[in-house]
């Protein structure tokens, strides 16, 4: 097969940029699920001298308007976040709670994410159960916290689980993965360092750690931000975990309180933990990216052409020039232009090359 030809300038920035996209990529991830059942083969290596030498030379990451806005909301979040912690700036008040003041950057970050923060859900009618039971529970909660006086607790709460799924899930995992990224890093080992680090910091939270009594006490928190992490990593889902760790606090105060047999309480999270999981605990590998062109979410690279001739599995070429099998039904995106470039007069009529342009 005779893949279109592909500036050689153009595929060298390619690689030069995919190794910091692929770290920011889960910030602003794509709109829309592309190919859910992706094959991943071994890369190729590529003989081009042009890759080897832009494999070897250093780097020079250039992002999208967005991204370099979405990292520098990060970094800010990220500050503020160890400024309030450690008690430099003032908290916000908040239904007699002291909310941490990293929730207005963090609100902000938010904003430039923007429908990003959904995620790629990989059985949409388990997100729209998730949704559903969301969408009851919260305000049944609220009615639980009228009765019992309490009602300023609600918007406090949300707002909290917000704030931490943002600032712990996607602000310092981000600057702890570009920072990774300077010394070499691979961008997965980043993003898991990211995560990994910003859970350990989230278990040692003030509030966490009264909580707990002794060593046990501790892993509640690592076992809530290990299944954050894995939710958020394998799909981006900021916003739908904020939701569900919004019901765990409700949950979780009204027990406290009394308000709620702690049976009850066992029963809903595990259904909310168990939508989650179902419905974005497995990633897209194809999606759609900001251009409205497709974009491979592992590596952060474009896809340059797909083959969907008959007789053969289906392709897509990566702008590295690496091929990854996807299937033939694959949806394409409305806004994808496609030209028809057989490479062989001669080929059966229903061999078609698609290039994205």
């Given at each position: 097969?005779?893949?279109?030809?592909?500036?050689?300038?153009?595929?060298?920035?390619?690689?030069?940029?995919a190794?910091?996209?692929?770290?920011?990529?889960?910030?602003?991830?794509?709109?829309?699920?592309?190919?859910?059942?992706v094959?991943?083969?071994?890369?190729?290596?590529?003989?081009?001298?042009?890759?080897?030498?832009?494999?070897?030379?250093?780097?020079?990451?250039?992002?999208?308007?967005?991204?370099?806005?979405?990292?520098?909301?990060?970094?800010?979040t990220?500050?503020t976040?160890?400024?309030?912690?450690?008690?430099?700036?003032?908290?916000?008040?908040?239904?007699?709670?002291?909310?941490s003041?990293?929730?207005?950057?963090?609100l902000?970050?938010?904003?430039?994410?923007?429908?990003?923060?959904?995620?790629?859900?990989?059985?949409?009618?388990?997100?729209?159960?998730?949704?559903?039971v969301?969408?009851?529970?919260?305000?049944?909660?609220?009615?639980?916290?009228?009765?019992?006086?309490?009602?300023?607790?609600?918007?406090?709460?949300?707002?909290?689980?917000?704030?931490?799924?943002?600032?712990?899930?996607?602000?310092?995992?981000?600057?702890?993965?570009?920072?990774?990224?300077l010394?070499?890093?691979?961008?997965?080992?980043?993003?898991?360092?990211?995560?990994?680090?910003a859970?350990?910091?989230?278990?040692?939270?003030?509030g966490?750690?009264?909580?707990?009594?002794?060593?046990?006490?501790?892993?509640?928190?690592?076992?809530?931000?290990?299944?954050?992490?894995?939710?958020?990593?394998?799909?981006?889902?900021?916003?739908?975990?904020?939701?569900?760790?919004?019901?765990?606090?409700?949950?979780?105060?009204?027990?406290?309180r009394?308000?709620?047999?702690?049976?009850?309480?066992?029963?809903?999270?595990?259904?909310?933990?168990c939508?989650?999981?179902?419905?974005?605990?497995?990633?897209?590998?194809?999606?759609?990216?900001?251009?409205g062109?497709?974009?491979?979410?592992?590596?952060?690279?474009?896809?340059?052409?797909?083959?969907?001739?008959?007789?053969?599995?289906a392709?897509?070429?990566?702008?590295?020039?690496?091929?990854?099998?996807?299937?033939?039904?694959?949806?394409?995106?409305?806004?994808?232009?496609?030209v028809?470039?057989?490479?062989?007069?001669?080929?059966?009529?229903?061999?078609?090359?698609?290039?994205?342009?």
């Amino acid at each position: 097969m005779t893949a279109p030809a592909t500036d050689r300038s153009t595929r060298v920035d390619a690689v030069a940029m995919a190794e910091i996209i692929a770290v920011v990529a889960p910030l602003v991830v794509p709109r829309d699920e592309v190919d859910d059942e992706v094959a991943v083969p071994e890369a190729v290596p590529s003989t081009d001298p042009a890759d080897t030498a832009a494999a070897q030379a250093p780097r020079f990451e250039r992002l999208s308007t967005r991204r370099t806005l979405v990292l520098a909301l990060a970094g800010i979040t990220t500050l503020t976040e160890l400024l309030s912690f450690t008690g430099r700036i003032p908290t916000i008040p908040m239904g007699g709670l002291e909310l941490s003041a990293s929730l207005i950057p963090a609100l902000a970050l938010g904003l430039a994410c923007g429908s990003r923060l959904l995620g790629r859900s990989s059985v949409r009618r388990a997100a729209i159960v998730f949704w559903i039971v969301a969408a009851v529970m919260i305000p049944v909660l609220a009615y639980l916290f009228w009765r019992s006086g309490r009602l300023e607790l609600v918007p406090t709460l949300i707002f909290a689980a917000l704030d931490e799924e943002l600032v712990y899930r996607l602000a310092i995992p981000a600057v702890i993965a570009a920072a990774l990224r300077l010394g070499n890093v691979r961008p997965n080992a980043a993003r898991i360092a990211g995560l990994v680090g910003a859970g350990i910091a989230f278990c040692l939270l003030p509030g966490h750690l009264e909580q707990m009594r002794g060593a046990a006490g501790f892993l509640p928190f690592a076992a809530f931000a290990g299944l954050s992490a894995f939710i958020v990593y394998r799909s981006g889902s900021v916003l739908p975990m904020a939701v569900g760790h919004a019901i765990s606090n409700l949950l979780a105060v009204l027990v406290f309180r009394n308000a709620m047999p702690a049976d009850a309480r066992s029963l809903g999270l595990a259904t909310v933990l168990c939508l989650l999981v179902l419905a974005w605990g497995r990633p897209a590998r194809i999606t759609v990216g900001d251009d409205g062109g497709l974009v491979d979410t592992q590596t952060g690279l474009a896809v340059t052409a797909i083959d969907l001739r008959d007789g053969q599995p289906a392709l897509v070429e990566l702008a590295d020039g690496r091929y990854l099998p996807v299937h033939a039904d694959m949806v394409r995106p409305r806004d994808v232009p496609v030209v028809d470039l057989p490479d062989d007069p001669a080929a059966d009529e229903g061999r078609l090359h698609h290039e994205l342009t």
